[in-house]
């Protein structure tokens, strides 16, 4: 079983930044790993993902720009840094890993899931 937790969500004015965090049992070096959020009466829409080799990135179109994806391989954490963050980032912020090695922006193809992490901003 893989675990995996989320970490540093809060209340936040717009226009300012968090980062958030994903503690795992060593999937940042071995599987594709991104983040997803949802809103209330909302589907769980992607946000970032990282592939597990080259490190590539890829990014909602909502949040290019002003997120960044990044991991510590040493310490097994994916990050996602956020800045100038708007209302409508408000949602609960869930890190994703998938077993297989490719990586993918659909939500069904993630096998394991954290809690989720909430994010509020204030307007």
């Known amino acids: 079983q893989v675990h995996v937790v989320e970490s540093g969500g809060g209340l936040v004015q717009a226009g300012g930044s968090l980062r958030l965090s994903c503690a795992t049992s060593?999937?940042?070096?071995?599987?594709?790993m991104a983040w997803f959020r949802q809103s209330p009466g909302k589907e769980r829409e992607f946000v970032a993902r990282?592939?597990?080799?080259?490190?590539?990135?890829d990014y909602a179109d909502s949040v290019k720009g002003r997120f960044t994806i990044s991991r510590d391989s040493a310490k097994n954490i994916l990050f996602l840094q956020m800045a100038d963050l708007k209302a409508e980032d408000t949602a609960v912020y869930y890190c994703?890993?998938?077993?297989?090695?490719?990586?993918?922006?659909?939500?069904?193809?993630?096998?394991?899931w954290g809690q989720g992490t909430q994010v509020t901003v204030s307007s």
């Open positions: 990282m592939t597990l080799y080259d490190r590539n990135t």
């Open positions: 060593d999937t940042v070096n071995t599987h594709p």
């Open positions: 994703a890993v998938r077993r297989t090695f490719t990586s993918s922006r659909f939500a069904s193809n993630y096998d394991y």
